[in-house]
């Protein structure tokens, strides 16, 4: 392994180095402060060592740090790092024993920033575990909750069987073409009699990635566990986890030419759909603000996997930037939820935020801006996410599955309206009391807030950004 | 530069509105008012002054998001200035009107019109696709505050309505544009949102015709044209007399300059075969509106349905594709605005006297109050179309037009104008007069409200009178149009000229 080697993994030593540093922090003083300093500090300089990473650099057969792999590992040290500042408002209060949160937190990190440089299918499933194990630990991380150990253990069991089909399907991979480097999954011909067998693998891969998306039909966890896990943690599996198993897709995907292969299209297809309309439908009756967000995020990946199978030069792009305004929003968004909650009980239920407005105008605004972004009203980066899927799916005449998008997205607009509808209400007067607020908690809302808006007005910076990391693709 | 300040000014409003709220409850009524009197003054401004050489009076155009080639992309023509004056006058009016019917959350009240004038504002001059879109769906969000927040009983239900009908056909549009986008991209190489290099995309027959459904979806939920009309009785009743107001007047004529603006030009021949089935939308929507109008008790809703049969008209006379009709409609538009604003003001201002809409509840109100009664019924005769009024321009305009495309079609309009006879004698006649049975007695129109209306009786007199102006200022714009649209011109010079 070469200095360059080295140099080019820098992101990765400095996170697994900040999680063995604050191991040893909580070892010799227990200090919650001084827990999310470290980590969140850590995060930075891994997140300024992208920018010296040389790229594009293949660092063993395992990993590749490209333009795209780092544009990820950005995004997902950026939220891991804001969803580390949410927490340590939202476990101020908590008993004991909060330190031990942010050790996991960086090891799902490292997990997620594995996926997003992984070519291989060891490195892939070494990034899943970790990710998955560190998971389990902080969605039942409050375990004094009512329901956090079933939270935790519905994780675990469907997670592991996830992990099952994902390794099965592995195996019949390397079955039939001997190799586990996704880039050399095309050079096995379509004639030759293990084909069904590489297809079959393809499915079952697909299966496991899915689960962790969370869509249809493997997203039966993601409304218990989004409502059942600690707020910011919700937000954890809702963004950083998220980001990077899409960052693996893409890759995935494109190097192994699976979209190539009808069956795989086609069950693509069907997952999209069934996301979008599932995924809008069941959040409609919804009372829970979290559960709402859940069944919301299902449609939302939905949207991803509609701009995924455009497939067209823009696909890549457009899932990318989703996938960014996708974080910046639902960051804002539960982020509130977790500043407005206290320690027993999430702020949860929808009538807990009657007349939020009159309140706390501030946060109500920011949640405003979330909801219409998650909606994709203009002036908010969700228009701007929405309007590039769409744009790819046009471009390569994907017309169904737009149509599909559009009269789904019009059924997501009635709960995200009775959310805004609900935060303008005059007040009742017998509302519960809030928790106070700190300016230092909201800064990390303020800027995911101000990003929904500011990038939504002004997307060019972004968008040129996101166009040259992803010019890999377009060979 | 200067288009930019139309925008910017309500956009400056809103905030300073929302900051002043908290030292008094009377400053951001005034900020609003200076920021839409500053807008008119220089609206009127460019109207006396206006002798341009090209389309265009006026244009801002700034490279916005170059990667998918969006610009901010301004352009002023005689319709966007005709319909810029109207929403700054009809913004006025909607300020005036809710001095006193808004007494909290007077900020944020301000913030929503003010950022609901600068959305409109948008979509009058935007030219590019990009941007029109943008601008038409931010119209939504303060408006669905504007009714959420300050309407009626079943606000939220109106609201969410009202937003849901608008964003599921705005959505349609959108998607109609980046067709457009690529197909344009497809035969020249260029990406771009521009008007001016859109309308010479050639489409094939099919795609033309798919396109054109997709971008009248939007404009007829907005017109509203009959089967998609649903949303406006409920959103005009709901909503606080500003929203109505703004509503009836301004957002219902977004639809209709959308229509004028993109559907005709950018996709002629789909249009023309559309036709006949416009024209019987709009002698639907026109019969329809009446008679549902004669059939209401509840006051703001019966104004609502007038509405419908109105903006059939402006229907019919963009379909009847000669320069008459399109005068016409452009004239029923303006005249719209100031009629059913001036009865939604006075409607509203009777509901903060007697707390009631139900026509059932009133009568004997003339004794009571003789200036609110007056303008009711001035309101209520230039609505029903009469001679040296406005509207009755603009309706005799539109019916002339649409005589020489279809006799039959304007043989059942022409009966619509009867039926709103009814309607608008009707309410006269329940409100206004009989026994005062329920004893009402209040305070008549005080001066801000006496000044309001006045201002509004005068407009629709010089309308009604005096067309001229408006018809010139006008017709570059639809000549401009109409050779996009290749349609037959050259009869317009002889009533324009009359």
Redesign the interface.
Same mark, same amino acid.
């Given at each position: 392994m070469s200095s360059a080697d080295v140099a080019a993994l820098e992101p990765l030593i400095v996170i697994a180095a900040t999680a063995i540093l604050v191991m040893m922090g909580i070892a010799f003083r227990r200090n919650h402060a001084l827990a999310v300093a470290l980590t969140v500090a850590g995060l930075a300089v891994a997140f300024i060592s992208i920018f010296t990473a040389p790229a594009p650099r293949q660092v063993t057969r395992l990993l590749v740090v490209d333009g795209f792999a780092l544009f990820y590992i950005g995004l997902i040290i950026a939220s891991a790092a804001i969803v580390s500042l949410i927490s340590f408002q939202y476990f101020r209060t908590h008993c004991a024993d909060r330190e031990e949160l942010y050790l996991l937190l960086l090891l799902a990190t490292l997990g997620c920033v594995v996926l997003a440089a992984s070519a291989h299918f060891i490195s892939f499933l070494l990034g899943l575990e970790i990710l998955s194990v560190s998971l389990y630990g902080m969605v039942a991380y409050s375990k004094d909750r009512v329901h956090a150990l079933e939270v935790g253990m519905k994780y675990l069991v469907l997670a592991s069987t996830s992990a099952a089909f994902l390794l099965f399907g592995a195996a019949l991979i390397y079955c039939s073409t001997g190799t586990m480097e996704f880039a050399k999954f095309r050079q096995l011909p379509p004639d030759d009699s293990s084909f069904p067998l590489f297809i079959a693998g393809l499915v079952l891969t697909i299966t496991g990635i899915g689960f962790k998306l969370g869509i249809v039909p493997f997203h039966l966890w993601i409304p218990d566990v989004y409502q059942g896990a600690p707020a910011p943690i919700t937000a954890y599996v809702a963004t950083t986890s998220k980001t990077a198993v899409v960052a693996l897709l893409l890759r995935y995907a494109y190097l192994s030419g699976a979209l190539g292969h009808g069956v795989v299209f086609v069950v693509f297809v069907i997952m999209a759909i069934a996301s979008m309309v599932a995924g809008n439908l069941l959040a409609l009756r919804q009372q829970s603000i979290k559960r709402i967000l859940a069944y919301s995020s299902i449609a939302h990946f939905g949207y991803i996997l509609v701009g995924f199978l455009s497939g067209g030069s823009r696909a890549i792009e457009a899932v990318t930037f989703y996938l960014v305004s996708y974080t910046v929003t639902i960051l804002s968004a539960l982020g509130i939820v977790a500043i407005l909650s206290n320690a027993d009980s999430d702020a949860d239920n929808l009538e807990s935020y009657s007349g939020l407005f009159w309140r706390r105008p501030v946060l109500a605004a920011f949640l405003t801006a979330a909801m219409l972004s998650l909606a994709g009203i203009p002036a908010t980066i969700g228009f701007l996410g929405k309007f590039y899927v769409l744009a790819a799916a046009a471009e390569s005449g994907t017309w169904p599955l737009m149509i599909v998008l559009a009269i789904t997205s019009v059924i997501g607009l009635f709960y995200y309206l009775r959310i805004v509808a609900k935060l303008y209400e005059s007040s009742s007067g017998r509302e519960t009391a809030l928790p106070a607020v700190s300016p230092l908690s909201v800064l990390p809302i303020a800027v995911a807030g101000s990003l929904i808006i500011g990038v939504g007005v002004f997307p060019g910076h972004v968008l040129s950004w996101i166009r040259t990391a992803m010019v890999i693709f377009n060979q | 530069m200067m288009l930019i300040w139309f925008i910017c000014l309500p956009l400056f409003a809103a905030v300073l509105a929302v900051l002043s709220a908290r030292y008094s409850r009377e400053l951001p009524r005034w900020i609003s008012l200076i920021a839409l009197g500053l807008d008119l003054a220089l609206a009127a401004q460019v109207w006396f002054s206006s002798a341009s050489a090209g389309p265009w009076f006026a244009e801002v155009d700034w490279a916005? %998001?170059?990667?998918?080639g969006i610009h901010f992309h301004l352009a002023m023509d005689g319709l966007s200035l005709l319909m810029l004056l109207l929403t700054f006058l009809l913004g006025i009016i909607a300020v005036l009107a809710s001095w006193t019917e808004i007494r909290?959350?007077v900020g944020f009240f301000h913030f929503n019109l003010m950022c609901l004038t600068a959305g409109i504002v948008t979509v009058f001059l935007a030219v590019d696709l990009f941007l029109f879109?943008?601008?038409w769906?931010?119209m939504?969000?303060p408006m669905?505050?504007l009714i %959420?927040?300050w309407g009626h009983e079943r606000r939220?239900y109106a609201?969410?309505k009202f937003?849901?009908f608008t964003?599921?056909s705005g959505?349609?549009m959108?998607?109609a544009i980046?067709?457009l986008?690529?197909i344009h991209h497809q035969t020249s190489g260029i990406y771009t949102f521009q008007y001016s290099e859109l309308l010479d995309t050639s489409l094939s027959h099919r795609t033309e015709m798919l396109l054109m459904l997709g971008f009248f979806a939007a404009f007829a939920v907005k017109l509203p044209v009959l089967p998609l009309h649903t949303w406006l009785p409920d959103a005009h009743t709901e909503a606080p007399t500003a929203g109505s107001i703004i509503l009836a007047g301004l957002l219902l004529k977004t639809g209709a300059y959308g229509l004028i603006r993109f559907v005709l030009p950018l996709f002629p021949h789909a249009s023309r075969e559309f036709t006949p089935v416009a024209l019987i939308l709009a002698v639907a929507g026109i019969v329809y509106g009446a008679v549902m109008a004669f059939s209401q008790t509840d006051l703001k809703r019966l104004v609502a349905y007038t509405s419908v049969s109105h903006l059939g008209f402006v229907l019919l006379g963009l379909y009847s594709w000669n320069s008459l009709g399109l005068q016409g409609a452009i004239m029923t538009m303006i005249c719209h605005g100031l009629s059913t604003g001036g009865l939604f003001a006075l409607v509203g201002g009777l509901q903060e006297r007697i707390h009631t809409r139900d026509l059932n509840r009133m009568g004997g109100l003339w004794a009571v109050a003789p200036v609110l009664s007056g303008s009711m019924i001035f309101f209520g005769l230039a609505s029903l179309g009469l001679p040296g009024m406005g509207d009755f321009v603009g309706e005799f305009l539109v019916l002339l037009g649409s005589y020489k495309v279809s006799v039959a079609t304007t043989s059942i309009a022409a009966l619509g104008i009867l039926a709103s006879t009814f309607y608008a004698l009707r309410m006269v006649e329940r409100a206004l007069r009989g026994p005062n049975t329920n004893g009402w007695k209040f305070s008549d129109l005080k001066t801000r409200e006496v000044l309001m209306v006045a201002f509004m009786i005068v407009g629709l007199l010089w309308l009604g009178l005096f067309p001229q102006p408006v018809l010139r200022t006008s017709q570059p714009a639809l000549d401009y149009l109409q050779r996009h649209a290749q349609l037959s011109t050259g009869l317009v010079e002889e009533i324009a000229n009359e």
């Open positions: - | 916005w %998001v170059p990667s998918f909290e959350k879109y943008f601008g769906e931010l939504l969000v669905y505050f %959420v927040i939220v609201a969410s937003f849901l964003q599921c959505l349609l959108l998607i980046l067709a986008y690529f």
